[in-house]
């Protein structure tokens, strides 16, 4: 954790800023004190027979007047009797005091008044914990000094709840960051309010001991935002509490030298901010232990989670094992796992463990862990809550070591909100939020839910504008040359390099259509089809980029620039969908591709859709090759391999009636759940299916012979010396969701998104066998499926089928009568 003490950062100008500004405080409570107690002996002493009390309250009270706070008093009276008798005199003081220049905002009150809680004025209680004599009548002061203490003893936990309460809602108002680039220095996080927060809570608390500790870590930073606020009231002249563009300038001038950077300065003013913040937190930490409601209670016990490293005690997670935690950077990494999977953070003695380790944040510099662990890291549902603790901790920044160059950034942008750290942070959580979107925001809900490798995802938001430190002037280059780096830390495989390179060179490329172009101009989406390879690649980048938009500030995401957003993804969505049957390998690209192949592989590839080349390594393709090598000899060849935590079907053949229709129905005949597919052909007449299975029985993976056998009945159902009809029926019937889970199944067909073929998109409940009963239908219309991509997203089964019927497009009455029976088959019982 970075830990500057601004007195001692800038010992030569700053100490001196420090006394003038802590001796301003004083001189000016002085000078109020004088000025309070003239206009009383002028105003009330000769027109009062009654006893009265001029009190000073809330930072008044504790001596700490900036130059243009406003004057809080408390008029306290003897009895409500007196109150009538002190309208007029109250008057003529108050108004002495405004003509001298003083805000005044008063309250008058009984003792009784003081000492009985009004839960609608939980800020008069709070006030009265700064209470100090200024004039009047002594007596009556110290009956309420002296009633004050039992009172506050007998409320500590309300009260202490309530300034919980309202600290929480004060830091969800600002996102609950320090990162803003234009600060406020009262109100805002680790500003003035969280210092006070601490001051009331160590006055409330009889157990004072973490309070006092919290309170001792922030004494320089507290002295660090004393001479800040004296120097906006002061430049302002009036009570300023923002931390404007041009007041960085001033104060960075004022503070350092003409030379040096606002940027620089700012990063000191985070570093102390983040202190008051952390320190704050962990004053909450404790005062919501207080709370002994029963929902309490029941958060308590169902948070009860544990294991041999760690455990979970009022919402938030302690070191069980300290040394072994602490030990390892895998472990330490799968303590922030567990906090991104479960969305509780850690306790203040696991985040001061973590911090106070430097052999821990060697170990994350020295030999971080590898992606195996960060994948499993990046996967969770709450990993923005995560990254913020390890930096917090300084471990993001000691494993990502590019992250020292964007922490606590500031590049000015009026647009832009937060430094460039935290946006990308404020980027991931967007995306982790985005599963709990109900309103026009689901839509982007639905591409997430689609998306299979959401680590990477989150990896490119983490990076993509990183460069921002190194490169301002091409930030994007920079940051394609940081993630370089990042990648051989981490052992990042290829295939997530290629797409979180991808991710980051092309990251603007959708708001520049969405602010630059006409979205109903065809060209716009030929433009995005080519800039954009893959409907995978199209729909990362669409949740990347309402990450990045939404990131900007708390409004940037506006209804108009929602839909703007998914007009533009439907517009390349539809091209790229339309180029699938239309774009296909020609002798240019199968000669590019020869280059690094053999020859005979580059006239293989001859005639596939372009995507081919893009979704395949160089590897896959090869393997392809040698079982088209088989297929050629044998007539057929089938592979059962596996993928990802799943299996993969690959199949190819000569074109046949139901092709695709009888691998689905092999698959399902044996219990196999269909994730994902895909069939093409080449120039030759060679098919190629691809299918992407889950064995939810696990026969495969308990049995590895039964792998073989999978082999071997899809080649006989291939051969039709099985029937696959017959084995269907053969299966037990598979239990189905509950009924308030269907999904109705919608099907559109579309004669306009390709010049060949008609176009089918199904969206419906899957269920075991589905596919077949699907492809069935479509070949028994008479239709021939030229290119199918197959997706299942929970119990959501969505696929685009691209058919023919005798070589072309099908006519209205063909189309009716398939439409009536894909729905027939796909209707959920």
């Known amino acids: 954790m970075l830990d500057v003490n601004a007195a001692a950062a800038n010992r030569d100008t700053g100490s001196s800023i420090l006394e003038r500004a802590l001796g301003s405080l004083a001189q000016r409570t002085r000078s109020v004190d004088q000025t309070i107690s003239d206009a009383a002996a002028h105003n009330l002493t000769p027109r009062l027979q009654i006893p009265f009390t001029i009190c000073a309250v809330g930072g008044y009270g504790r001596s700490e007047l900036f130059p243009h706070s406003d004057i809080d008093l408390l008029i306290l009276a003897g009895n409500e009797n007196d109150l009538s008798a002190m309208k007029d005199p109250l008057s003529e003081f108050l108004r002495d005091v405004w003509d001298a220049g003083l805000r005044a905002s008063q309250s008058v009150r009984t003792v009784g008044e003081c000492c009985n809680l009004h839960e609608q004025n939980i800020e008069l209680h709070v006030s009265l914990l700064d209470l100090r004599f200024v004039y009047g009548n002594a007596e009556l002061f110290q009956r309420l000094a002296g009633a004050l203490p039992a009172f506050y003893q007998k409320q500590e936990n309300r009260l202490m709840r309530e300034l919980a309460d309202m600290a929480n809602k004060r830091h969800a108002k600002f996102n609950n960051t320090v990162y803003h680039l234009e600060p406020n220095i009262k109100e805002g996080p680790g500003g003035f309010r969280d210092i006070h927060l601490l001051h009331w809570l160590g006055l409330l608390a009889q157990d004072k001991g973490r309070i006092k500790e919290a309170l001792e870590a922030i004494e320089g930073p507290k002295q660090f935002l004393t001479a800040v606020r004296c120097f906006l009231h002061n430049e302002t002249k009036r009570d300023n509490n923002l931390l404007s563009f041009e007041l960085q300038d001033k104060i960075t001038a004022y503070w350092m030298d003409a030379s040096a950077k606002p940027a620089e300065w700012m990063r000191l003013y985070y570093r102390n901010a983040r202190q008051v913040y952390q320190a704050a937190l962990h004053a909450l930490e404790f005062a919501e232990t207080k709370d002994p409601s029963i929902a309490r209670q029941f958060r308590d016990w169902r948070g009860r989670l544990s294991s041999r490293e760690f455990t979970v005690a009022h919402e938030r997670v302690f070191l069980r094992n300290p040394a072994s935690t602490l030990g390892s950077a895998e472990n330490a990494l799968g303590l922030f796992t567990f906090v991104a999977r479960h969305g509780i953070p850690l306790s203040w003695d696991a985040q001061r463990r973590l911090a106070g380790d430097p052999g821990l944040a060697a170990r994350f510099k020295s030999d971080p862990p590898g992606w195996p662990a960060w994948r499993e890291f990046l996967s969770q549902p709450k990993v923005a809550m995560a990254l913020r603790e390890m930096q917090e901790a300084g471990l993001l920044a000691a494993a990502i070591p590019h992250w020292n160059t964007v922490e606590c950034l500031v590049v000015r942008d009026f647009y832009h909100r937060y430094t460039v750290d935290e946006h990308s942070i404020v980027a991931v959580e967007a995306i982790d939020q985005l599963g709990l979107k109900t309103d026009s925001a689901a839509r982007f809900r639905e591409l997430l839910l689609e998306e299979q490798d959401q680590a990477t995802l989150r990896l490119a938001l983490l990076l993509h504008d990183v460069g921002k430190g190194t490169r301002p002037g091409d930030h994007v280059q920079g940051s394609l040359e940081a993630a370089k780096d990042v990648f051989e830390r981490l052992s ?229 010396s099985l029937s696959v009809a017959d084995l269907i029926k053969q299966r037990r019937p598979q239990p189905r969701p509950s009924s308030g889970s269907k999904i109705m199944p919608s099907v559109r067909f579309n004669n306009e998104a390709s010049d060949e073929c008609t176009l089918i998109d199904f969206v419906g409940e899957d269920r075991p066998g589905l596919l077949y009963d699907l492809t069935s239908a479509i070949s028994g219309a008479g239709c021939n499926i030229e290119l199918v991509l197959v997706d299942t997203e929970a119990h959501k089964a969505i696929d685009v089928f691209y058919v023919t019927k005798a070589h072309s497009k099908l006519d209205e009455d063909s189309s009716q009568h398939l439409l009536e029976e894909l729905k027939r088959v796909a209707m959920p019982v």
Not at 525 to 534: A, D, K, N, V, Y
């Open 492 to 720: 990042v495989p290829t295939a997530s390099r290629e797409t979180v390179n991808f991710l980051i060179a092309h990251h603007l490329d959708l708001s520049s259509v969405m602010t630059g172009r006409d979205l109903d101009d065809p060209a716009t989406g030929r433009f995005l089809s080519s800039q954009i390879p893959t409907q995978e690649d199209l729909r990362r980048l669409a949740l990347l980029t309402y990450a990045d938009i939404s990131a900007v500030n708390p409004t940037a995401m506006t209804p108009w620039r929602l839909e703007q957003l998914w007009r533009v993804y439907s517009a390349g969505l539809e091209q790229l969908t339309r180029e699938l049957i239309t774009n296909r390998i020609d002798g240019e690209q199968g000669a590019a591709l020869a280059s690094g192949q053999s020859p005979e592989i580059a006239e293989f590839v001859q005639g596939f859709p372009t995507r081919y080349l893009r979704t395949h390594t160089p590897a896959q393709v090869r393997r392809h090759f040698e079982l088209d090598q088989k297929r050629r000899k044998e007539g057929l060849a089938v592979s059962i391999t596996q993928d990802s935590g799943a299996f993969l079907l690959t199949v190819l053949a000569s074109d046949q009636a139901g092709l695709f229709a009888k691998l689905c129905g092999a698959l399902a005949s044996r219990g196999m759940n269909i994730l994902k597919a895909e069939a093409s052909s080449n120039s030759h007449g060679c098919i190629l299916d691809l299918i992407r299975f889950s064995d939810p029985m696990r026969n495969l993976d308990l049995n590895p012979d039964e792998v073989d056998r999978l082999e071997w009945t899809v080649e006989c159902v291939l051969r039709n």
